[in-house]
């Protein structure tokens, strides 16, 4: 294997666990977000800010969700 083959092989391994670090990461935020939501639904106090906080949380895990799946949509090609 050649010296450039070899390189350009390592630069692809950086990229896939820079990606995949991205989608775990993302994953997580998304699993701290489902805590932070489940809190807020057991806690029953339907006052704005806890409704607000509810609606931002849904928009946050999407967002997370589309973005993690996009760089999974990455790694096929």
């Given at each position: 294997?050649?010296?450039?083959?070899?390189?350009?092989?390592?630069?692809?391994?950086?990229?896939?666990?820079g990606i995949l670090f991205e989608v775990?990461?993302?994953?997580?935020?998304?699993?701290?977000?489902?805590?932070?939501?489940?809190?807020?639904?057991?806690?029953?106090?339907?006052?704005?800010?806890?409704?607000?906080?509810l609606e931002n949380i849904l928009k946050?895990?999407?967002?997370?969700?589309k973005i993690a799946g996009r760089l999974?949509?990455?790694?096929?090609?």
């Open positions: 294997m050649s010296e450039t083959s070899k390189d350009e092989l390592i630069e692809m391994q950086k990229q896939v666990i775990i990461k993302r994953l997580q935020a998304n699993n701290d977000l489902d805590e932070e939501y489940f809190k807020l639904m057991y806690n029953n106090e339907k006052t704005k800010t806890n409704e607000a906080r946050e895990r999407s967002e997370n969700a999974l949509e990455k790694l096929e090609n």
